[in-house]
Nanobody
Framework: QVQLVESGGGLVQPGGSLRLSCAAS????????MGWYRQTPGKQRELVAT???????NYADSMKDRFTISRDNAKNTVYLQMNSLKTEDTAVYYC??????????????WGQGTQVTVSS
């Protein structure tokens, strides 16, 4: 059993900051990439950022100047630092990871989501 547990969401004023965390636990042999996606009602889930085990990062163009993804491989944890938040950043943020439970057993996992609301 593998779980991704997110934390750090909440209510913040425009211009503020939040830091999201996502910890993977369970029967884990290795984790390839980890990342964050977000979704608002009526829209498709969209990429925020991903990071590989070796630290290679990919950002959505609209977020790379304000958001920073990082990862602690020893803790199986990925972070998303969000600065200069805007009302349009309001969404449910989901953690995603490609995890190997054993060699050859590679699966994609999602967290339960954490709500981020940017409002004055």
């Amino acid at each position: 059993q593998v779980q991704l547990v997110e934390s750090g969401g909440g209510l913040v004023q425009p211009g503020g900051s939040l830091r999201l965390s996502c910890a993977a636990s369970g029967n884990i042999f290795a984790i390839n990439f980890m990342g964050w996606y977000r979704q608002t009602p009526g829209k498709q889930r969209e990429l925020v950022a991903t990071i590989t085990y070796g630290g290679r990062i990919n950002y959505a163009d609209s977020m790379k100047d304000r958001f920073t993804i990082s990862r602690d491989n020893a803790k199986n944890t990925v972070y998303l630092q969000m600065n200069s938040l805007k009302t349009e950043d309001t969404a449910v943020y989901y953690c995603n990871a490609e995890i190997l439970r054993t060699i050859g057993d590679r699966r994609n996992y999602w967290g339960q989501g954490t709500q981020v609301t940017v409002s004055s």
